[in-house]
T-cell receptor, first 112, second 115 residues
Framework: KAGVTQTPRYLIKTRGQQVTLSCSPI?????VSWYQQTPGQGLQFLFE???????NKGNFPGRFSGRQFSNSRSEMNVSTLELGDSALYLC???????????FGPGTRLTVL | QKEVEQNSGPLSVPEGAIASLNCTYS??????FFWYRQYSGKSPELIMS????GDKEDGRFTAQLNKASQYVSLLIRDSQPSDSATYLC???????????????FGTGTQLKVEL
């Protein structure tokens, strides 16, 4: 079974721009969660989508948003990028509530 | 108090020894517990999940959960240099009464297995 895929793998943007990251979950998985990982804050939960609905949300500003499509693929968007948004953005998929989450390779975002 | 706490390490063990990694959590109602391994520059890889008190074994790995003490641990037997990585403890907090997959992570323990 193919794992979670994320595109692009690397991105360089400048402050004020916006960015869209994409995630394709493991086939059959309907839950997709997004996390941000930085050296200072560690791994932090952004949001989770299940059946095209946002089910949980972390403590991030409204500049961070996401959506899920009918095929369970998900995108997250960050608008008005700030230097502090530089991070590894990870997507994880799961087949059931409270079951194992499997991470994709991540998208490394650098904001200049 | 952090919701999930781990000793940052590094924890150094000789090759072939047992490595013991520990994690405590603050939410007594937490339901699900996970151990991830993360190599430098890579994404987290799920090693073990545990949902009920006691031990769960998978190959060289054993996860131990004690909900009364709010404590979860990971034992790695016959440690190998390839086990050198950061080990992340993750918990699903009880705030998710409606269900869902929100993991709260500890900061990770760096393990070094020395030849």
């Amino acid at each position: 079974k193919a794992g979670v895929t994320q595109t692009p793998r690397y991105l360089i943007k400048t402050r004020g721009q916006q960015v869209t990251l994409s995630c394709s979950p493991i086939s059959g998985h309907r839950s997709v969660s997004w996390y941000q990982q930085t050296p200072g804050q560690g791994l932090q939960f952004l949001f989770e989508y299940f059946s095209e609905t946002q089910r949980n949300k972390g403590n991030f500003p409204g500049r961070f948003s996401g959506r899920q499509f009918s095929n369970s693929r998900s995108e997250m968007n960050v608008s008005t990028l700030e230097l502090g948004d530089s991070a590894l953005y990870l997507c994880a998929s799961s087949s059931k509530v409270d079951w194992d989450q499997f991470f994709g390779p991540g998208t490394r975002l650098t904001v200049l | 108090q952090k919701e999930v706490e781990q000793n940052s390490g590094p924890l150094s063990v000789p090759e072939g020894a047992i490595a013991s990694l520990n994690c405590t959590y603050s939410d007594r109602g937490s339901q699900s517990f996970f151990w991830y391994r993360q190599y430098s520059g890579k994404s987290p890889e799920l090693i073990m999940s545990i949902y009920s008190n006691g031990d769960k074994e998978d190959g060289r790995f054993t996860a131990q959960l004690n909900k009364a003490s709010q404590y979860v641990s990971l034992l790695i037997r016959d440690s190998q240099p390839s086990d050198s990585a950061t080990y992340l403890c993750a918990v699903t907090l009880s705030e998710l009464t409606g269900g869902g997959n929100k993991l709260t992570f500890g900061t990770g323990t760096q393990l070094k297995v020395e030849l």
